[in-house]
């Protein structure tokens, strides 16, 4: 059984450029989580989906960022016109139905932003 | 506001011995107390979880004790071994799921 898998592994985008981070969650599991981990921090929660629903983006800066996660496919989150403060490590987890505490991490996306 | 407090930021530890991590929280809600172990350039893989109805829980060399009264848990690493060196997190939820809260990470470190 396949882990999380986030693509691409490392993005270096220029100021004012788009990122498209993208997230599939483990087979069978329907729940997804996007944390961001600044340097030297611990990763702070941003947004949680189901499939065509966003549930929970109070972690989600009200500005450039959204997330989705379609019927097919993976989840994507997408961040406009980045700037250097958006610089961090990206996750993704997934949890499988009704075990929401169980949350499985994908390896991530290093953004940099130059 | 950090809900979850860790302590310490890092720690060195001898091989063989014994690691301790502090965690407190503010949150009362929370009623789901995981702890994340992780590796450079790697994503958090979850070690070991507890809930609030049990003060101790242990898999293998790993533990995690439960002081609810006074808002803290800890993890104990017995028999500790350099493949143990990495950045753990301590996290909490509540309502069944949905975002954990992180702690700010400790980098432990174990000498041969």
């Known amino acids: 059984n396949a882990g999380v898998m986030q693509n691409p592994r490392h993005l270096v985008r220029r100021r004012g450029q788009e990122a498209r981070l993208r997230c599939s969650p483990m087979?069978?599991?329907?729940?997804v989580y996007w944390y961001r981990q600044l340097p030297e921090e611990g990763l702070k929660f941003m947004v949680y989906?189901?499939?065509?629903?966003?549930?929970?983006e109070s972690g989600m800066p009200k500005e450039r960022f959204s997330a989705e996660f379609p019927k097919e496919g993976p989840s994507i989150l997408r961040i406009q016109q980045v700037v250097r403060g958006d610089s961090a490590a990206y996750f993704c987890?997934?949890?499988?139905?009704?075990?929401?505490?169980?949350?499985?991490f994908g390896p991530g996306t290093r953004l940099t932003v130059t | 506001q950090q809900q979850v407090k860790q302590s310490p930021q890092s720690l060195i530890v001898q091989k063989g011995g014994i690691s301790i991590i502090n965690c407190a929280y503010e949150n009362t809600a929370f009623d789901y107390f995981p702890w994340y172990q992780q590796f450079p350039g790697k994503g958090p893989a979850l070690l070991i979880a507890?809930?609030?109805?049990?003060s101790e829980k242990k898999e293998g060399r790993f533990t995690i004790s439960f002081n609810k009264s006074a808002k803290q848990f800890s993890l104990h690493i017995m028999d500790s071994q350099p493949g143990d060196s990495a950045t753990y997190f301590c996290?909490?939820?509540?309502?069944?799921?949905?975002?954990?809260?992180f702690g700010t990470g400790t980098q432990l470190k174990v000498e041969l």
């Open positions: 996290a909490a939820s509540r309502g069944g799921g949905n975002k954990l809260t």
């Open positions: 989906l189901q499939k065509e629903n966003i549930i929970d």
């Open positions: 987890a997934s949890s499988p139905p009704g075990r929401g505490d169980e949350q499985y």
């Open positions: 507890i809930r609030p109805d049990v």
């Open positions: 087979k069978g599991h329907s729940h």
